[in-house]
């Protein structure tokens, strides 16, 4: 079975903290890796992505950091705020309709 | 452009009983896609569709049926509702090729007792 590992399930940081949240996969036909980011009671809305032959990708204040070897990556969001506290979910992609598998989610909160 | 709509936003459903979500996009996108959330397991894949009459099925199916008649719309219809179908189900859409950018919709928080 397809499976994406994210850690950690929670993470709490002071404002201008740096949270970083990890993942894993398993399948090496997995094609695009995106960040998704969920308010409450929204549904989620993509933030970054990467492919897998780029090993960082940054937008604003978010990186992806890929580590192909390892089939690993991860989201940092550099200067974080209250605003970026939500819940964020690592993804994976496969095949020419590339849908998603996701991870079990992080929920940050980032204390003022 | 309204994006992706979903009706209803809550409902209680009793073991057994019918029940059809709806999703519509206004975006003009290929693909439209199912999803569930539960906690602590992120997001499942429940059905998909390519165009308009392509459907397939994702990881978690069993106990739903969908159908893509037109390029906007894509009801989700659960057939006989149990209560391990209570969720917060998502519909998304996307561009052709570009499906890990999905667009998705408020959400149905739905309850079965």
């Known amino acids: 079975q397809q499976q994406v590992k994210q850690s950690p399930q929670s993470l709490i940081v002071q404002k201008g903290g740096i949270p970083i949240i990890n993942c894993a996969y398993e399948?090496?036909?997995?094609?695009?890796f995106p960040w998704y980011q969920q308010f409450p009671g929204k549904g989620p809305a993509l933030l970054i992505a990467?492919?897998?032959?780029?090993s960082e990708k940054k937008e604003g204040r978010f990186t992806i950091s890929f580590n192909k070897s390892a089939k690993q990556f991860s989201l940092h969001i550099m200067d974080s705020q209250p605003g970026d506290s939500a819940t964020y979910f690592c993804a994976a992609s496969l095949g020419s309709a590339r849908q998603l598998t996701f991870g079990s989610g992080t929920q940050l909160t980032v204390l003022p | 452009n309204a994006g992706v709509t979903q009706t209803p936003k809550f409902q209680v459903l009793k073991t057994g009983q019918s029940m059809t979500l709806q999703c519509a996009q206004d975006m003009n996108h290929e693909y439209m896609s199912w999803y569930r959330q539960d906690p602590g397991m992120g997001l499942r894949l429940i059905h998909y569709?390519?165009?308009?009459?392509?459907?397939d099925q994702g990881e978690v199916p069993n106990g739903y049926n969908v159908s893509r008649s037109t390029t906007e719309d894509f009801p989700l219809r659960l057939l006989s509702a149990a209560p391990s179908q209570t969720s917060v189900y998502f519909c998304a859409s996307s561009r052709g090729g570009k499906g890990y950018e999905q667009y998705f919709g408020p959400g149905t928080r739905l309850t079965v007792t």
């Open positions: 399948n090496t036909a997995f094609d695009y």
């Open positions: 569709s390519v165009g308009a009459g392509i459907t």
């Open positions: 990467i492919r897998p032959d780029v």
